[in-house]
């Protein structure tokens, strides 16, 4: 943040976290990446599988960085740069996190979940931000480097915590969760996510459950209770020695339980039953997986000892994301189209609720409902499978027509009637050219895909038809 001006690290603090040596201004911030770092930045050189901060030294002190963490001096740096000097700078950036989780009296909650983390960790910021400080990573920073990143960041007086944690192979949560050490842990759903990496729907449950190992006994576990494997993962918070476990969700036994929920165009108005609250708040966005998830924030603001009405309020302002369910109205010669960009992610319950939305949308006159899908990566020997079986969805939700890329992809188009095949393409930089000259004035497209499919250039691209013209338009490339 540009404006930070509370010192988060003097030289001595740094160097008794990390038992590191040297001297330096004192740091009001803590980067890993020197093309983000800001004047008053601590940079820490991490080597990662394809840069060695190291070789940024030089550029994160010409931007300002009052410092650089390393673990060796690279060829070329001036003889008198300020350094701290660590054995391993990783391990630096993990003590730095632990230090600074230490030194707080921050009521800390970490959110993990198949789907769902990084909407359910902004509102979780939102309903806690207006009742103390409150720290949360601005972007998705929930693996083996964002999250100790986030806790370094965390200053002293913070009053709430939010951390994301994500994984896709078993002990990655639990690594994460110890440094995190959650008052309140949230499990937002458990779903057939990273099969090629597990056996089993019941072994990502257990992954995920890796969230109760960093927790006190006096902790809360929040968990779906319309998930199939709410049994499985409440016992695995019994095991962890929890005893405080909150079920959300529409299930009558649910702890924080939806009463009704009024939907529009453009989101709901839910009542709800926040641990024998009464709640009545406006989410601006649109589908039932916003709905249940907001359940489970306040379900979490409650097990941290905060206002649940205020957080409750405060979600009225939620915005979707980029790349998560943000929409763009496209002008076009004789009218407009409207988009729904959702192309950051995706996965087989992910495709599905994204579909139930472009249900929910009706196209202006003339228009039709198109879906532009891009393969569900890490679904292992299951994947032509899921894949194929989303065409029950696609014809329930009414859609027009179907654009497809990629090779998992492919059993998608085969299985659609062939009136509802907009075009099959096996790498997605082909399908925008596609895509853009089919678009009329009136038509709902929804964009989604996982992130290594490459479904942003075609959101991008149709986002640029305005201003490209129609003349343009079959040429735009992704």
């Known amino acids: 943040m540009s404006d930070r001006q509370?010192?988060?690290?003097?030289?001595?603090?740094a160097a008794i976290a990390t038992g590191g040596v040297g001297s330096f201004r004192e740091a009001t911030g803590v980067s890993i990446d020197s093309r983000t770092v800001e004047p008053g930045d601590l940079f820490v050189a991490i080597e990662g599988p394809t840069h060695d901060g190291h070789d940024f030294i030089a550029a994160a002190l010409a931007a300002g960085a009052v410092a650089a963490v390393a673990d060796r001096v690279p060829a070329g740096?001036?003889?008198?740069?300020?350094?701290?000097?660590?054995?391993?700078?990783?391990?630096?950036?993990?003590?730095?996190?632990?230090?600074a989780r230490a030194r707080t009296q921050a009521r800390i909650v970490a959110i993990t979940g198949s789907v769902g983390k990084t909407g359910g960790k902004e509102m979780l910021r939102l309903a806690l931000s207006p009742q103390g400080s409150t720290v949360a990573a601005a972007d998705s920073y929930n693996n083996q480097w964002g999250v100790p990143l986030s806790l370094a960041r965390m200053p002293r007086d913070t009053a709430f915590g939010v951390f994301e944690l994500g994984m896709n192979r078993a002990g990655e949560i639990a690594a994460l969760t110890h440094q995190v050490r959650p008052d309140v842990a949230i499990i937002t759903t458990v779903e057939p996510v990273h099969l090629e990496f597990f056996p089993s729907v019941e072994a990502i449950a257990d992954a995920k459950a890796e969230i109760f190992q960093g927790m006190l006994a006096e902790g809360a576990a929040i968990l779906n209770r319309d998930n199939p494997h709410f049994a499985r993962l409440a016992v695995a918070a019994?095991?962890?020695?929890?005893?405080?476990?909150?079920?959300?969700?529409?299930?009558?036994?649910?702890?924080?339980?939806?009463?009704?929920?009024?939907?529009?165009a453009n989101g709901s108005v839910v009542i709800a039953d926040i641990l024998g609250q009464r709640v009545d708040y406006r989410l601006n966005l649109p589908g039932q997986h916003w709905i249940a998830n907001s359940l489970g924030v306040l379900a979490g603001?409650?097990?941290?000892?905060?206002?649940?009405?205020?957080?409750?309020?405060?979600?009225a302002a939620m915005r979707a994301m980029k790349g998560r369910g943000e929409r763009h109205a496209i002008a076009l010669p004789g009218g407009t189209f409207q988009l729904i960009d959702e192309s950051y992610n995706a996965s087989?319950?992910?495709?599905?609720?994204?579909?139930?939305?472009?249900?929910?949308?009706?196209?202006?006159?003339?228009?039709?409902?198109?879906a532009v899908l891009g393969d569900m990566r890490?679904?292992?020997?299951?994947?032509?499978?899921?894949?194929?079986?989303?065409?029950?969805?696609?014809?329930?939700?009414?859609?027009?027509?179907?654009?497809?890329?990629?090779?998992?992809?492919?059993?998608?188009?085969?299985?659609l009637p062939k009136e509802r095949r907009g075009g099959h393409v096996f790498e997605s930089a082909g399908l925008t050219t596609l895509v853009a000259g089919a678009v009329r004035p009136g038509d709902v497209v929804l964009v989604k895909g996982s992130l290594g499919s490459r479904m942003g250039p075609i959101a991008e691209a149709l986002k640029s038809l305005h201003r490209d013209g129609p003349r343009a338009r079959a040429a735009n490339g992704a």
């Open 6 to 13: 509370a010192v988060l690290w003097t030289a001595k603090d």
């Open 77 to 99: 740096l001036s003889t008198d740069a300020p350094l701290l000097r660590v054995a391993d700078t990783m391990q630096a950036l993990v003590d730095l996190g632990r230090a």
């Open 238 to 264: 019994r095991a962890a020695g929890l005893t405080r476990i909150i079920g959300f969700g529409r299930h009558g036994q649910a702890e924080a339980r939806l009463i009704d929920a009024l939907a529009d």
């Open 301 to 315: 603001v409650k097990a941290l000892g905060a206002d649940v009405r205020a957080g409750a309020a405060a979600l």
């Open 348 to 370: 087989p319950v992910a495709v599905r609720a994204a579909l139930k939305v472009l249900a929910a949308t009706t196209p202006a006159a003339g228009g039709r409902r198109i």
């Open 378 to 415: 890490e679904l292992g020997t299951a994947a032509p499978a899921l894949h194929a079986g989303l065409v029950a969805d696609v014809l329930a939700a009414g859609v027009d027509l179907v654009f497809t890329a990629g090779p998992l992809m492919g059993a998608l188009h085969v299985a």
